[in-house]
Structure formats: structure tokens, C-alpha cells
């Protein structure tokens, strides 16, 4: 259940899988389990309680996915108290993505390389299923507190991404207790596949499928499709050229259910400082205002925003603004 943490910055890459043998089988062993797992509504049925929990347990870690890990712990685009920002945490972590700090410590470390030979799970440079999956089991367990040095200072973040097992631990055995094994196969395993499978696709399905507004230096894209799925996590062309942003719908219509939440806490003053993209976001992009928005001072750190530190890497694609995905 521990999680190795690394406290210095590693002074070489870590080493990929070249062949399937590579991979640490031993590590993928609980998510290939909880995959089968889900085979067991054949004895159990699907009770309408169970069906009820699936939903529910799907919409809410989305939700605490995308708020918490994503754009509070990975890009800190809002604030909130000490208290809270221990509950997005363990929130997140029911939903077995690993601790809050290895989460924001990997998403960050994708920011400063998408779609580079260094992005850890770019689809461009290793393929779709190690985009989707395969980098998980690749010799990334360890925690790099360097790239988290802001959230690393927290002991009881520590403490969370260390024991990252626990909070799915006890969802499971709640779901269980309340609802049988029918709640258990369906309700909490079921809905943990989804949300996998509907997080993962942001990896890899995001920076294959879609339009692009903005001709950022990686292959994002927007999808209204991943956006409904991912509660508004498909507008990835938005967020990788303005990671800043609370918001990942920048127009009217692309719907973000994440941000109309976070909005709805912010008016209850749980969260505060949300976000907004800057009007440039607005007008038609260009390599040139792409750089000045990565590069403009929304945050302390650019670590947080993900400014690339491949500066000099051209864009992989130069065509006109809503270019239609072409693969
Ligand atoms: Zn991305
Ligand atoms: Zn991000």
C-alpha cells in the first residue's frame, strides 16, 4: 500500500518498457483484479441500488478527480482551506489513481513535455495504449517531491500519498456493507473501471481525437464527447494552451460540469480565487501569443502552469485554427 517518494529531483530519466516483460506485472496485478472483478454481477445481478451507487460513485470522483487532482493539486487554479484541500485529496484517491502528490507530480512533469520524447504518456511518441495505460505500470510508482514542493510541505498529504490505498480501501468496503455483492461488483468495481477508463482517455484519447482551436507545441485537442464524460476535462486544447484557467470551457457552450461545481462552492466560500483565462484566450492564436500565454505570471510557479521547458521545440502541427482531427 506505501509509495516510495523521491525527495531530490532524479538526475536521469527513468527507464522504459521495451518489452511486455518490462512492466511491473506486480503493480498492474490489483487493476487487472478489479477488471475481472466486475464479472461478478454474473452470480450477483444488478440490483437498483447498485446501478444507483455505479452512477453516483462515477459522477462524484470524476468530479473529485478533475477538481482535486487536476486543477487544484496539479495546476492550483483555485484556493481553499487546509481542511478542504485534505478532503479533495482523499476524495481524488477513491478513485485508486494513486496518491494526490504522485498524481500532480506526473501531471506536471506531462505540462512541461506534452507530446515530447520526455512526456511520460504521450500518444504521439509511444502509442495509444501506452498513452492510455501502459505508462502506469512503466516504472513510475515513486512520488518525485521535487516537481511538489508546494504541496509536499502538507505531512498529512504526505502521510495521504503514502497509504494511497486507503480511501478506495474504504469506499469498497462501505459499498459493500450497505449494498452486498452486487454493490460491490457494480456499484464500486464497475464504477472504478469507468472512471479509469474515462480519466485515461484524456492521456491518450485527448491528444488524438478532436479539434484544435490553438496551435499549442503538443497535439491536444477539444471534444465535446470527452468533455460530457470527463465532466469537462475534453476541452484539453483550452487547458494546455492556458493551464492557468479554472475554467476549461472557455465559450458559453463547451460544457464544463467540473467549474459550474467548483462556482457553486465558491459561492459558498469552500473554494476562492478561481481563475479565469486571460480575453487573449479570445482572439486567434498564434505561436507567438501561445509562448506569452504559457509563460504569463497567473501563478507563483511555472512548474504549476506546466510552462514547457522545451521552448524551443516546434509545434507538431501548423494548420489553420479548428482544423478537423486528422487520425
Ligand atoms: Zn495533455
Ligand atoms: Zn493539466
Not at 214 to 224: E, G, H, K, L, V
Amino acid at each position: 500500500m506505501k509509495t516510495k517518494t523521491v525527495e531530490a529531483a532524479p538526475t536521469v530519466e527513468p527507464r522504459r518498457a521495451m518489452r511486455l516483460r518490462d512492466y511491473e506485472w506486480l503493480q498492474a496485478l490489483p487493476f487487472i483484479l478489479v477488471h475481472l472483478a466486475v464479472l461478478g454481477v454474473i452470480w450477483t445481478g444488478v440490483t437498483p441500488a447498485a446501478a444507483i451507487t455505479c452512477f453516483v460513485l462515477y459522477l462524484v470522483r470524476m468530479w473529485a478527480v478533475t477538481a482535486g487532482y487536476h486543477r487544484y493539486f496539479s495546476h492550483r487554479t483555485f484556493k481553499t482551506s487546509r481542511v478542504f484541500q485534505f478532503v479533495l485529496a482523499f476524495l481524488a484517491q477513491t478513485s485508486a489513481q494513486k496518491g494526490a502528490l504522485w498524481w500532480a507530480a506526473h501531471h506536471r512533469h506531462h505540462h512541461r513535455h506534452s507530446d515530447a520524447k520526455e512526456d511520460i504518456h504521450s500518444p504521439v511518441q509511444r502509442g495509444f495504449i501506452y498513452a492510455h495505460v501502459g505508462w502506469i505500470f512503466d516504472h513510475t510508482s515513486d512520488t518525485d517531491l521535487s516537481k511538489v514542493k508546494d504541496l509536499a510541505r502538507y505531512p498529512e498529504l504526505r502521510w495521504l500519498n503514502r497509504y494511497y490505498l486507503l480511501p478506495p480501501i474504504l469506499i469498497a468496503v462501505i459499498v459493500a456493507l450497505l449494498f452486498g455483492g452486487s454493490g460491490l461488483f457494480v456499484g464500486f468495481m464497475l464504477s472504478t473501471v469507468l472512471l479509469w477508463h474515462g480519466t485515461f482517455s484524456i492521456n491518450s484519447l485527448a491528444h488524438v481525437i478532436g479539434r484544435r482551436r490553438y496551435q499549442t507545441r503538443d497535439n491536444s485537442r477539444n471534444s465535446m464527447t470527452l468533455a460530457l464524460l470527463t465532466l469537462g476535462e475534453g476541452w484539453h486544447n483550452n487547458h494546455h494552451y492556458y493551464p492557468g484557467s479554472t475554467r476549461q470551457g472557455f465559450r458559453w457552450w463547451e460544457i464544463d460540469i467540473t467549474y459550474y461545481v467548483l462556482r457553486g462552492l465558491a459561492a459558498l466560500r469552500i473554494v476562492w480565487d478561481l481563475r479565469e483565462p486571460p480575453a487573449r484566450v479570445f482572439q486567434p492564436a498564434s505561436p507567438s501569443t501561445e509562448v506569452e500565454a504559457r509563460a504569463a505570471p497567473h501563478v507563483a510557479s511555472s512548474e504549476i502552469t506546466g510552462t514547457s521547458s522545451s521552448s524551443a521545440r516546434p509545434a507538431p502541427l501548423s494548420g489553420p485554427l479548428d482544423s478537423s482531427a486528422s487520425s
